[in-house]
């Protein structure tokens, strides 16, 4: 989903079921970073968010594709 809310120290699970090669960004000034490198088709990349707020990621290769998790 483009927007997300969970409890601090929910870890998520991201799976590209897509074609193309993405990856889990965080955008830069954010509290917490984190970086999935280049996913291909099948890869899997799991974060544990700690800080309580709103982080922002996208994906490096495609400027459209972004999303935030509301950390509570």
Do not use: R
């Amino acid at each position: 989903p483009a927007t997300i809310t969970v409890t601090a120290g929910t870890t998520i699970k991201w799976t590209n079921k897509d074609g193309a090669a993405h990856t889990v960004t965080s955008d830069a000034g954010e509290a917490e970073t984190f970086d999935s490198g280049s996913m291909a088709n099948g890869s899997a990349f799991s974060y544990q968010f700690k800080t309580a707020g709103t982080l922002h990621y996208h994906c490096t290769f495609h400027a459209g594709m972004k999303a935030s998790v509301i950390v509570n």
